[in-house]
């Protein structure tokens, strides 16, 4: 074999070497992508039914207190709060049932707040069946002492421990903060958005008993932002109009871990589900993304409720 040969040979098994280190590259980056996208499709599943179930036992009252009126019991509230209700583009307060103060940055989220209170086995039991749920997945196990003992989870966005962006949620077996210790319920949720369908509720407005339309029917109309809930310096008719709250729209971004995506670009999103729901008064509902080379995907759903939202 001449040196000229020996030169040709080793370029071409070198072009070779490189052919193939270039495949296997690809190969890695493909199976990375189609593992990431997997692991998105699974957690948007897993979030979607345990909020469908959280939400569907919103408002459940055993039933000594169903089949009754609320009365002037020693102890209760003139005024409980909603067993629906949330917040704008807010956080969580660990030590409240208000927003927090600040939310942290690379989040993008509203606090949904359900209530409910836990079941007897059969009337005269005195043992709770431990069918329901809180946020957690703790059984709720033991029956409440009166109305307002209800059982509560709180959702929103937070960093995790490893600082990706995760749905958290805060519990109470009495309704009462402070709060458990958060837990994360699914990481890389960076945006989390929630609509309330309405019945009979106007925006920013008391619920006027004369006007046909304000009559309810247990269908909603209309879907509204938190924030056009309060009826301004009235309290009560602000409680008033979340209990009018009958479904649930949400909206979630999840966020793969760095490197997954092909193709590193900007896109724009709207978590709940087209241009119809998004708002520039309501952050959030339209969500341009870093570059990042981050896989995501929208989640969007609906829940109607299944318990009537009154005292």
Request: net charge neutral.
């Amino acid at each position: 074999m001449t040196l000229v040969e020996l030169m040709v040979a080793m370029v071409v098994g070198l072009m070779i070497a490189l052919a193939a280190a270039s495949a296997l590259v690809a190969a890695r980056r493909g199976f990375a992508t189609v593992d990431a996208a997997s692991q998105l499709r699974d957690n948007a599943r897993f979030a979607t039914e345990f909020i469908r179930r959280l939400a569907v036992q919103a408002g459940y009252k055993d039933l000594a207190f169903a089949a009754t009126k609320r009365g002037s019991a020693v102890g209760l509230s003139a005024a409980p709060l909603p067993q629906v209700f949330g917040f704008d583009n807010a956080i969580a307060d660990r030590n409240s049932l208000a927003a927090g103060a600040t939310r942290p940055p690379d989040t993008f989220g509203d606090v949904l707040v359900l209530r409910f209170q836990a079941t007897e086995t059969f009337p005269g039991s005195g043992k709770a069946d431990e069918a329901m749920i809180d946020c957690a997945g703790v059984r709720a196990d033991s029956l409440p002492t009166n109305r307002d003992d209800v059982r509560t989870s709180v959702l929103f966005v937070a960093p995790s421990n490893d600082g990706e962006p995760a749905l958290k949620c805060y519990r109470s077996d009495t309704g009462s903060p402070p709060f458990k210790p958060a837990d994360v319920l699914v990481r890389g949720v960076e945006n989390f958005q929630v609509m309330y369908g309405v019945d009979g509720v106007k925006p920013g407005a008391a619920i006027d008993a004369a006007d046909p339309t304000s009559k309810p029917d247990s269908v909603p109309e209309r879907y509204l932002r938190a924030d056009q809930f309060t009826v301004p310096g009235d309290p009560a008719a602000t409680q008033a109009n979340w209990r009018r709250v009958r479904s649930l729209r949400i909206g979630m971004v999840l966020r793969s871990d760095p490197g997954a995506a092909v193709e590193t670009k900007s896109t724009t999103l709207y978590p709940l589900g087209g241009s119809a729901f998004a708002s520039t008064q309501d952050e959030g509902t339209i969500f341009v993304t870093p570059a990042d080379n981050r896989l995501r995907q929208v989640v969007t759903f609906t829940v109607h409720l299944r318990n009537d939202q009154g005292l």
